[in-house]
């Protein structure tokens, strides 16, 4: 009896593996933006097994997208980016006939993706957030005083509040069309601008700041604010949810906030679309289907902390996220917020060398 039910096992698993050679989906995200169970369950649900790589920058994504045969079947663009990818053309239209699921999505969260992308023609979006400042609440207290408040890019972007705070770590994104234009703003110049001086000022202002930034890195903080490493970090809205969660699970004290500053900050929306020369793409219209199934899209955001378009999954997300301002802003925050804009190549070159130039301190 025990024999044969091996043997059996054994069958399967050979069985198995021959499917699971050419039944996959490779899947590109970001770093940190998946329930720990969200694939798992996409393999029992489906029999299709997932291959998943992680990046945190739009520019690693976009030189693999532009490149082509990147091997991938689904990647998560930020809409901006997947504007310009798809102009080069990068993605193939969504057979919208496989992703019934797209009924739970959010007209207007939508409607707001297509200004990228006309009729969510290539995608769908993933997850949405700010790109805001996250904070070790005792760190600040003790270096600007208890009565400091927190409200403000005066954090990051004066050069006599950030000095103060130097010696206990501050950083930066990585991202550099999300960074310039919070410079630029706080400089009260337009964020969406494209003109050069603009680039330039925001540029200048950061290279003000720049000796007492420890780090420009855009995952890396997600710990060493959670671990103390760190006090203040220019980041994503989630991430920085996630260094506060840690911090409370591992009880050493660290107290982390979040804040979308006064002055405005940037929203963005990350997109799930499907390369041009996709090896699966079947696979990939049904991993997106997948995803956009209400409770998994819940799932995701009751784990990584960031809002997601799926008016479907709201019943389900923890009323904890649902109700805090830095994950669903206010009506006042959100009046401030400014979404992000593609930049044609010209543009893009003047950014790319500015950036350099302001990390390298050259
Ligand atoms: C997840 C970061 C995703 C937000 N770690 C960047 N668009």
């Not at 901006?80 to 009924?103: C, E, V, W």
């Not at 203040?232 to 500053?261: C, H, K, M, T």
């Not at 997601?308 to 709201?314: L, Q």
């Amino acid at each position: 009896m025990k024999r044969t039910l091996l043997l059996a096992t054994v069958a399967t698993v050979v069985a198995g593996s021959a499917i699971a050679q050419d039944n996959v989906v490779n899947v590109y995200n970001w770093s940190d933006y998946i329930a720990e169970d969200t694939i798992e369950k996409f393999e029992a649900a489906t029999g299709i097994k997932v291959v998943y790589d992680v990046f945190d920058s739009n520019e690693v994504l976009e030189a693999k997208m532009l490149t082509g045969s990147s091997g991938y079947d689904v990647v998560v663009p930020t809409s901006d980016f997947l504007q310009r990818q798809i102009a080069a053309g990068a993605y193939q239209p969504l057979d919208k006939s496989k992703l019934p699921n797209l009924a739970n999505m959010d007209a207007d969260l939508m409607a707001g993706a297509a200004v990228y992308d006309a009729d969510n023609e290539y995608a769908t979006i993933y997850m949405w957030g700010t790109t805001g400042i996250g904070y070790n609440v005792g760190a600040i207290a003790e270096r600007l005083g208890e009565d400091y408040e927190v409200n403000s890019w005066d954090l990051v972007f004066n050069p006599e509040i950030v000095s103060k705070l130097a010696d206990c770590g501050v950083t930066m994104l990585d991202a550099p069309t999300e960074i310039l234009p919070a410079a630029m703003n706080y400089l009260g110049l337009d964020p969406r601008s494209t003109n050069k001086a603009d680039f330039e000022a925001g540029a200048a202002l950061l290279e003000s700041v720049r000796p007492h930034v420890r780090y420009f890195h855009s995952s890396q903080y997600i710990n060493d604010l959670a671990n103390g490493d760190v006090c203040v970090s220019v980041g994503w809205s989630g991430d920085v949810f996630q260094a506060l969660y840690r911090a409370e699970e591992s009880e050493n004290g660290v107290e982390i906030g979040y804040v979308i500053p006064d002055e405005g900050a940037l929203q963005w929306f990350d997109m799930l679309a499907i390369p041009v020369d996709a090896p699966h793409s079947d696979n990939a219209h049904t991993f997106i289907n997948f995803i956009m199934d209400a409770q998994i899209t819940a799932d995701i955001t009751n784990y990584v902390w960031y809002a997601n378009g799926n008016a479907a999954s709201m019943p389900m997300v923890d009323p904890e996220i649902t109700s805090d301002p830095g994950i669903f802003p206010t009506e006042a925050a959100s009046a401030k917020l400014w979404s992000s804009k593609v930049y044609d190549a010209r543009t893009d070159r003047v950014v790319t060398r500015l950036w350099t130039k302001v990390k390298t301190g050259q």
